[in-house]
């Protein structure tokens, strides 16, 4: 569960920073990153928990997630529709881990590798 939220994550910070650029109007829309190399986003968050059952304890996922002071990713190479990137996960405790992975504008597809078990 902890990965696909972190997947999650880095699926919708990595496609909020990319943007599609259009060409002109005589030619077919061709996508475009729109990011270069060395481009680095930093992203801070808190998780919270709510529910109807106060007997329900907080899920050790909300808790976990809680502990990550940062996550931060840095492209890493950018050619044509294909962008890679790196995305370094920071806790609280000191420790990071980091993942790469790319993203194809073109048709969207994401792929993640180095996701923990």
């Given at each position: 569960m902890k990965n696909k939220i972190i997947l999650t994550i880095f699926i919708l910070s990595t496609l909020s920073i990319l943007s599609i650029s259009v060409a002109s109007a005589q030619s077919p829309q061709l996508a475009s990153p729109g990011v270069s190399k060395g481009d680095v986003f930093q992203y801070n968050y808190n998780v919270s928990w709510n529910s109807t059952d106060p007997t329900l304890p907080v899920p050790s996922d909300v808790i976990e997630l809680n502990q990550t002071?940062?996550?931060?990713?840095?492209?890493?190479?950018?050619?044509?529709?294909?962008?890679?990137?790196?995305?370094?996960?920071?806790?609280?405790?000191?420790?990071?881990?980091?993942?790469?992975?790319?993203?194809?504008?073109?048709?969207?597809?994401?792929?993640?590798?180095?996701m923990r078990p």
């Open positions: 002071q940062s996550f931060q990713t840095q492209i890493t190479s950018v050619s044509g529709t294909l962008v890679d990137a790196q995305v370094t996960s920071t806790y609280r405790n000191g420790t990071a881990y980091t993942q790469t992975g790319f993203v194809d504008v073109e048709s969207g597809s994401i792929h993640l590798a180095g």
